[in-house]
């Protein structure tokens, strides 16, 4: 089944740092822009970062850049979002997602979540004192 496998969560104080990663099972992400996205209670789901099939490019939501930097591994098939100075509003659900193209170039697909699919099933952050 081709899927993305979120992981990493967890509960940390506020300035706290976690590194999400997002494993892809049955396909090669080489071929694909890959998002996060996250969704807290009561909220609509959001745009974090995006990153370029090859990560040379890259973009942010405002609310976390500076923070956060989203980065690639192609040959261990895995994308990453290390967070860091994490704020109480950074709670939420963490998800990554694929391009729904193939093979699009730099990051035309945004942080727009029509814009992807195979979404995996997320991985908690909780952000508190």
């Known amino acids: 089944q081709v899927q993305l496998v979120e992981s990493g969560g967890g509960a940390v104080q506020p300035g706290g740092s976690l590194r999400l990663s997002c494993a892809a099972s049955?396909?090669?992400?080489?071929?694909?822009?890959i998002a996060w996205f996250r969704q807290a209670p009561g909220k609509e789901r959001e745009g974090v970062s995006c990153i370029s099939k090859s990560g040379d490019t890259t973009a942010y939501a405002d609310s976390v850049k500076g923070r956060f930097t989203i980065s690639r591994d192609n040959a261990k098939n895995m994308v990453f979002l290390q967070m860091n100075s994490l704020k109480p509003e950074d709670t939420g659900v963490y998800y990554c997602?694929?391009?729904?193209?193939?093979?699009?170039?730099?990051?035309?697909?945004?942080?727009?979540?029509?814009?992807?699919?195979?979404w995996g099933q997320g991985t908690q952050v909780t952000v508190s004192s």
């Open positions: 997602a694929r391009d729904r193209i193939f093979s699009r170039p730099g990051i035309r697909a945004g942080l727009s979540a029509r814009e992807y699919e195979k």
């Open positions: 049955r396909f090669t992400l080489d071929y694909y822009a």
